[in-house]
C-alpha cells in the first residue's frame, strides 16, 4: 500500500518544508518537494501541517483501584487518542504489592492487545522497591520497558525517599528512567487533617491540601537523590512555577532532569474547584494559579519542559461521587487523551508562546528520543514509521464530552474553544483516521522501545 500526502508543510523539531512525502509498506518511503509517483491514495494536505505521530508520555488505562476501575480501557481510550492525532500512548502497567513486575507487564498485555487503535507502549509502575523487583530490571527491558515509575504519594503505591535513591542508582546504568510523582507524602497528610478538623471536605480544600510547596518539596527531594545517585530523573506531570525553580536549580548543579507536564496544568485555574462539578477536577497534582500557567507556558518556550503527557485517568461523575463529598475520598484523575494537541496548539503556538517546530518537539521528538524510540517515531524522515498526523491549523471547534470519543461523561475542558483539529491521522502507513473521523479502530501495535537517548546527558 503506498499513500502520497501531497501539498502539505511538514513539521519536525528542527524545522518545516512545503514537501510532498510519500509511504509505504508502514515506512516513510520518500521526502521530496514534488512527488509524482503512483500511489493507491493521495491525501490533499494543502493548509495543514503534517507532523510526526504525537506521542502521549503518561496514560492510565485500564487501572484498577481497590473498588472501580477506570471509565476507560485501551479500546476506548486509544480511539479517542487516535483521533485526536496520538500514535503512541505510554501507559502505566502497574505492580500492586504482591504482584511481579511480569505479572504487570503481561496483565497490561493482556488489556491492550488486540484492543488498541494507536500503538502503545509501557512505564512499569512500581510499589515495592527490594532485591526481588531489582532482579527483574533486566527482564523488563529484554521485552521493551525502559522506564519505571514511583509514588511518593498514596499509600498503596508509595515507596520510600531511601527506595527512590536505591532506584535511580541502580538503573542509571543501564539508561532506563525513573519516573517519580513528587509531593510530599507527610506534609499532604498534616494539611488534609487540617483541613479535615476545620469542617473542611470540598473540592477546593483538594487544591489547598497540595499546594505548589508540597508539590516543589517533593521535586525537591528527587533532585537531591538524583545528584546523589548521578542518574537522570523524569518529573512525571510538573505543574507549578515553585517546581520549575527545583528543577532549573537542580539543572544549574548538573542533575539530568527531564520535565512532563500536562494541558490541564496550561489553560485550566483552582478556582474550577468552586464549580457545581468540580470533582471532576479533582486530580493531582491539582489544578494551579495564572502565575503558574504562565510559567509553564514560558516553559514550554524556553525548553525547561521536554515532553507533555495527558495524565488520561478517567472516571465517570458516578464514580467520582463515591468519594460522598470528602476530598480525600474521590477517585483522583481527569480524561483528556483525546484533546492534548489541539489544546497545546490553541494555548500555545496560536499565543505564540511555541512555533510549531516546538509542538513537534514537545508532543513527539523529545518523547521518542527520551523514551527509547527514536528515530522510528519521533519525526518524519525516510526509513521512519508512517505514524503521521495531517492537523488543520484553521478548524475551530468546542471540546465536549459528548463528542469524544473517551468512555466517560465528563470533560475538564468541557466548553473550551480549541482552534486547530487532527484531520487525518496514518498509523504505521494505514488511514485510520479520515475527516476527524476513526475509519480503521484495532490496528495499533505494542512499541517495544529501547533504552533512553538521554538527551540531557
Ligand atoms: O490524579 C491523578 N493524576 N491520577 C492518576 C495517577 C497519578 O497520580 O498520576
Ligand atoms: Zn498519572
Redesign the pocket.
Known amino acids: 500500500m503506498r499513500t502520497l500526502i501531497r501539498n502539505g508543510t511538514l513539521v519536525n523539531a528542527d524545522g518545516r518544508q512545503k514537501a510532498d512525502l510519500l509511504c509505504e509498506d508502514g515506512i516513510i518511503r520518500r521526502i521530496a518537494p514534488q512527488i509524482d509517483e503512483p500511489s493507491d491514495r493521495v491525501i490533499d494536505a494543502a493548509g495543514c501541517y503534517v507532523f510526526p505521530g504525537f506521542i502521549d508520555t503518561h496514560t492510565?488505562l485500564d487501572l484498577d483501584l481497590a473498588t472501580m476501575s477506570t471509565a476507560d480501557d485501551f479500546a476506548s481510550g486509544t480511539r479517542a487518542a487516535v483521533v485526536g492525532g496520538t500514535t503512541t500512548v505510554l501507559d502505566f502497567a502497574t505492580q500492586d504489592r504482591g504482584m511481579t513486575m511480569q505479572d504487570a507487564l503481561e496483565k497490561w498485555h493482556d488489556k491492550a492487545d488486540g484492543k488498541s487503535s494507536c500503538n502503545y507502549g509501557f512505564h512499569l509502575a512500581v510499589s515495592e522497591w527490594n532485591d526481588d523487583r531489582k532482579a527483574e530490571i533486566d527482564r523488563m527491558i529484554e521485552q521493551g520497558v525502559t522506564s519505571f515509575k514511583m509514588y511518593m504519594v498514596y499509600p498503596n503505591m508509595r515507596v520510600d525517599d531511601g527506595m527512590i535513591y536505591d532506584a535511580l542508582r541502580f538503573t542509571e546504568e543501564k539508561d532506563c528512567l525513573i519516573g517519580v510523582?513528587c509531593e510530599n507524602f507527610d506534609l499532604l497528610n498534616a494539611r488534609i487533617d487540617e483541613l479535615h478538623k476545620a469542617g473542611r471536605f470540598d473540592p477546593m480544600a483538594h487544591a489547598e491540601s497540595r499546594p505548589d510547596a508540597v508539590e516543589a518539596a517533593g521535586v525537591s527531594t528527587l533532585m537531591k537523590a538524583a545528584y546523589l545517585a548521578d542518574a537522570p530523573a523524569w518529573v512525571?506531570?510538573l505543574s507549578c512555577e515553585a517546581s520549575l525553580e527545583e528543577v532549573e536549580n537542580a539543572r544549574g548543579r548538573g542533575v539530568e532532569v527531564y520535565v512532563e507536564t500536562c494541558p490541564q496544568y496550561l489553560v485550566l485555574d483552582q478556582e474550577l474547584y468552586n464549580a457545581p462539578d468540580a470533582e471532576k477536577f479533582i486530580?493531582?497534582p491539582p489544578l494551579r494559579h495564572a502565575f503558574d500557567r504562565e510559567a509553564l507556558l514560558n516553559a514550554l518556550k524556553d525548553g525547561t519542559v521536554d515532553f507533555i503527557g495527558t495524565?488520561h485517568?478517567s472516571f465517570t461523575m458516578a464514580q467520582k461521587a463515591t468519594g460522598n463529598g470528602d476530598f480525600a475520598k474521590v477517585p483522583?484523575?481527569g480524561a483528556g487523551i483525546q484533546n492534548r494537541a489541539e489544546i497545546v496548539y490553541t494555548a500555545a503556538v496560536k499565543t505564540g508562546y511555541i512555533d510549531p517546530e516546538r509542538m513537534a518537539a514537545l508532543l513527539s521528538e523529545n518523547a521518542a528520543r527520551i523514551f527509547g524510540m527514536y528515530p522510528k517515531k519521533g519525526v518524519l524522515m525516510e526509513g521512519s514509521d508512517a505514524d503521521i498526523v495531517v492537523f488543520d491549523p484553521d478548524a475551530p471547534h468546542t471540546i465536549s464530552y459528548r463528542t469524544n470519543l473517551h468512555n466517560c461523561d465528563n470533560s475538564p475542558f468541557e466548553g473550551m474553544m480549541v482552534l486547530g483539529k487532527t484531520r487525518d491521522v496514518l498509523l504505521g502507513g494505514e488511514l485510520v483516521v479520515k475527516d476527524g473521523e476513526l475509519i480503521r479502530p484495532n490496528c495499533g501495535k505494542f512499541v517495544f522501545r529501547n533504552r533512553s537517548e538521554r538527551p540531557r546527558k
Open positions: 492510565h510523582h512525571v506531570h486530580m493531582s495524565d485517568c483522583n484523575g
